[in-house]
C-alpha cells in the first residue's frame, strides 16, 4: 500500500518567506508526527497530532513554526519569515490506531534551503 | 525525559565481518527501543524494535539487538556485513510524554561504511 508522502521533495527559498510543506499520511493512522533532522542538531521533534485531540507542540523551535492538521489526515507544516538556521530535512511520520508501542512509519522527507 | 547516545559516528566493516552498533538509551519510564536505517536522500526505514516481548529481537536483513535492562543497551548486530549495509543507523527511544505523544528521542546516528 501507499507510504508516507511528504511535497515538495525540495525547496529553496529566501530568507524571510513563508514556506508550507504538506504531509499525507498512511491512510487510517491517527497519530502524524513532525521531525526536523539537521547537521548539527541531529533529528528532533517537533509536533504530534493524535485524532481531535490537541496537539503536543512542545518540540517547535519558535512561533514562527505551526502545524495543522485538516480532517484527521493531512497535516501541513508552516514556517514564517524563515531564516537560515531553517534549512533541514523535515520528516513527517504516522502510526496506526492503537499502537502505544510507537512503530511510526517516514516519509522521505522536505529537504528545505533557505538562502 | 530519555535519551540516547550512540557511541561511534561512523564505523567501517570489511565485508562479511560482524557488524556491531552501540545504542546506549535512559528513560524514566519502561522504553520501547527501535532502530532505524536511512539511505541516502531516502526517510528513515525501521530495522527492529524492542517492546517487552523478548530482550532479543530480529529485524529485517539480519539484523538483530539485544535489550540490556542492567547495561541500558540496545547494541545492533549483523554476523556478516554486506555491501547493501552501507547506510547511517539511528537507535531511538519512545515513551509517553504524559502528552499523549511517543515521539521518538534519537540518538545523533551512526554511519556505516562496508569496506570490500
Known amino acids: 500500500g501507499a507510504g508516507v508522502s511528504q511535497s515538495p521533495s525540495n525547496k529553496v527559498t529566501e530568507k524571510g518567506k513563508d514556506v508550507e510543506l504538506r504531509c499525507d499520511p498512511i491512510s487510517g493512522h491517527t497519530a502524524l508526527y513532525w521531525y526536523r533532522q539537521s547537521l548539527g542538531q541531529g533529528l528532533e521533534f517537533l509536533i504530534y497530532f493524535q485524532g481531535n485531540s490537541a496537539p503536543d507542540k512542545s518540540g517547535l523551535p519558535s512561533d514562527r513554526f505551526s502545524a495543522e492538521r485538516t480532517g484527521g489526515s493531512v497535516s501541513t507544516l508552516t514556517i514564517q519569515r524563515t531564516q537560515q538556521e531553517d534549512s533541514a530535512v523535515y520528516l513527517c511520520a504516522s502510526s496506526p490506531p492503537g499502537a502505544t508501542n510507537n512503530e511510526q512509519f517516514f516519509g522521505p522527507g522536505t529537504r528545505l534551503t533557505v538562502l | 525525559a530519555q535519551s540516547v547516545t550512540q557511541l561511534g559516528s561512523h564505523v567501517s566493516v570489511s565485508e562479511g565481518a560482524l557488524v556491531l552498533l552501540r545504542c546506549n538509551y535512559s528513560s524514566s519510564v519502561p522504553p520501547y527501543l527501535f532502530w532505524y536505517v536511512q539511505y541516502p536522500n531516502q526517510g528513515l526505514q525501521l530495522l527492529l524494535k524492542?517492546?517487552?516481548?523478548?530482550?532479543l529481537v530480529k529485524g529485517i536483513n539480519g539484523f538483530e539487538a539485544e535489550f540490556k535492562k542492567s547495561e541500558t543497551s540496545f547494541h545492533l548486530t549483523k554476523p556478516s556485513a554486506h555491501m547493501s549495509d552501507a547506510a547511517e543507523y539511528f537507535c531511538?527511544?519512545?515513551?509517553?510524554?504524559?502528552?499523549?505523544?511517543?515521539?521518538?528521542?534519537f540518538g545523533k546516528g551512526t554511519k556505516l561504511s562496508v569496506i570490500p
Open positions: 531511538a527511544v519512545s515513551a509517553n510524554s504524559g502528552a499523549g505523544s511517543y515521539q521518538l528521542t
Open positions: 524492542y517492546t517487552s516481548a523478548a530482550t
